[in-house]
């Protein structure tokens, strides 16, 4: 008989390395979330669209900001690993 695989999420979770990028998260989405509605509402009235084509150019930059904040957690889970190893 093979001995079973390892599991990738054994181990203790490090608390430290998962508060750090949780508020990191927290602190660079409140950021990237109000650029992408401001930057929609002022885009939107520069380009001179109406009420409906204003939300839905905010909807699409909040998408790319999910992608953004996305990337964000990735990265910093490579830097800050969420588990230590047993």
Partial sequence: MSPQPASTSSGTIAWPSVITVISAAILIGAEVFGAAFA????????????DTSAHILQAVLFGIGVLIMVAFVRAAQRIEPFFKRA
């Fill in 39 to 50: 930057g929609g509402w002022a885009l939107a009235i520069l380009l001179g669209l109406d």
